[in-house]
């Protein structure tokens, strides 16, 4: 072989897996492509759907554009509350304002902006694709879980009156226009206003965690994690296990602490006595509430519905934590 051969097939060589290396660079290219619209496309979302900048405060023939620094709390909640519109022209969707450390706008839950609104965003895609119910007891922060238990018990202190003029107010906010997501709103859940707008964010902040006081529960809720709400009737703590049967309008259900109690809480066993206790220590006729998120299922030794609870802290009497009254026990 010549010198001029060799030379020209280690040229011939170079280029080709010089070529090969372009082609395998672009193939890449092209192979993340999809990927990389993906990203921008759900960064983008993110973005738009959390910076609306300013809302239309519209309301008996006023009209006024406010931006989130011009609100004030108080202002919010005594005058533009359920009257705040998205600023695109042309769309109607409501906004709500979220105090807090950095105040802003968000899209009211009920509502969609128009396709050609700024603030567009797909809800049903977002919901669809992954069940997080079962999640949602490990999705849940501890804080969360503790304000609604909290919630959830003032509400159902409430007198009948106050009851029904929460749910008038809530009633007046909810369009009629949207049935489907309108049933929702109808279950006979106990549920406070502004609960329901900072929670219900379908999507963005997770499950809903539904409050369900005993007699309301329904063949929907097996399977779920709820936070159910009953008054204490008696506590079962033997070595064989632990159980609390809490009642509400004639439905009784019974609260379990299992093998998954157990592991997940170990400094809260052997407190249960403290819940006797406290049971003996009241007087007959007063009433001692409990609320406990838990996974409802059916009960295998009696006809109606069970609740596994998970964590020590996912209990509380009264609006106490189990650890905290058996330290104002002892
Ligand atoms: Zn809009």
């Not at 396709?115 to 007891?137: A, I, P, Q, W």
């Not at 406070?192 to 963005?204: Q, S, W």
């Not at 009642?247 to 249960?272: A, C, I, M, T």
């Amino acid at each position: 072989m010549s010198p001029h051969t060799k030379d020209r097939a280690k040229k011939f060589l170079l280029t080709t897996v010089r070529h090969e290396i372009n082609l395998t660079k672009g193939l890449v290219v092209y192979r993340l492509l999809p990927f990389s619209y993906r990203i921008i496309k759900c960064v983008r979302r993110i973005i738009i759907s959390i910076s609306i900048l300013s809302a239309i405060y519209s309301n008996k023939g006023i009209e006024k554009e406010y931006s989130v620094r011009e609100i004030t709390k108080e202002l919010y909640h005594k005058t533009l509350r359920g009257h705040l519109f998205c600023p695109t022209p042309g769309c109607n969707a409501r906004i709500v304002y979220n105090s807090g450390l950095t105040p802003y706008f968000k899209t009211w839950k009920m509502d969609n902006h128009i396709e050609e609104c700024l603030h567009y965003f797909d809800r049903e895609n977002r919901k669809s694709g992954v069940n997080t119910e079962d999640l949602m007891n490990v999705e849940l922060s501890v804080d969360r879980k503790k304000r609604a238990m909290k919630e959830a018990l003032k509400l159902y202190n409430m007198t009948a009156e106050e009851k029904a003029k929460q749910s008038g107010k809530s009633t007046k906010r909810n369009p009629k226009t949207q049935g489907k997501k309108n049933n929702i709103a109808t279950r006979p859940v106990l549920k406070d206003g502004e609960n329901e707008e900072i929670v219900k964010n379908e999507g963005v902040r997770g499950p809903n965690l539904l409050k369900r006081p005993v007699s309301t529960l329904q063949e929907k809720d097996e399977g779920q994690t709820r936070l159910v709400i009953g008054v204490l009737k008696n506590v079962n703590d033997s070595n064989k296990g632990t159980s609390i049967l809490i009642e509400d309008s004639g439905k009784e259900l019974y609260l379990v602490f299992e093998e998954v109690f157990r592991v997940n809480s170990p400094e809260y066993l052997g407190l249960f006595h403290h819940l006797e206790k406290y049971q003996t220590s009241k007087d007959q006729e007063d009433t001692i509430i409990i609320t406990a998120v838990g996974q409802i299922r059916k009960s295998k030794s009696y006809d109606g519905f069970e609740s596994s609870v998970f964590y020590g802290r996912d209990l509380e009497i009264d609006g106490i934590d189990l650890r905290i009254l058996a330290m104002q026990q002892s």
